[in-house]
């Protein structure tokens, strides 16, 4: 079994999301979803998420793609849930191209390009026109 992780905060789902999941887990058979947890969100990336992380992990769960989700609670994890989930490939948006090649010393790294037009940012400002 092929096992494909990726990381996000996945506030306020939409499509550019779902292409993403979609892709990832057709390269392999299982796709673990580690999910930025509201302190790390707050803490570490200045995001003030929509939902709540139990809301986010409720959206993603009902999603075709996604087998298993996890918490992403800081930075420095990703070496480790590579190990302990038995992780072949790594998957994020070319938003993030390079930043985690320290990966390819533990499985393979791919950088998908994101879905273009489309960002939880782009959304709340479309809605507060
Ligand atoms: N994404 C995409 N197309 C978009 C928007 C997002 O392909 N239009 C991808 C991003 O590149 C990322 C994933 O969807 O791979 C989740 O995006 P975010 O929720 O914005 O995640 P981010 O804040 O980039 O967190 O440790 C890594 C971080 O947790 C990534």
């Keep these: 079994m092929k096992r494909v992780i990726t990381y996000g905060t996945f506030d306020l789902i939409h499509y550019g999301h779902i292409n993403l999941l979609k892709r990832a887990r057709e390269l392999g058979d299982y796709l673990i979803v580690a999910l930025s947890t509201d302190e790390f969100n707050w803490n570490s990336k200045q995001k003030k998420c929509y939902f709540s992380y139990q809301k986010r992990q409720q959206l993603l769960e009902a999603i075709r793609y996604v087998d298993l989700v996890i918490p992403e609670e800081c930075w420095e994890q990703k070496v480790n849930d590579v190990q302990l989930y038995h992780v072949d490939?790594?998957?994020?948006?070319?938003?993030?191209?390079?930043?985690?090649?320290?990966?390819?010393?533990?499985?393979?790294?791919?950088?998908?390009?994101r879905t273009p037009e489309i960002s939880t940012t782009q959304i709340k400002e479309d809605l507060h026109q």
């Design 89 to 113: 490939t790594f998957v994020m948006g070319d938003d993030w191209t390079g930043k985690f090649d320290f990966l390819k010393d533990y499985c393979q790294v791919v950088y998908l390009p």
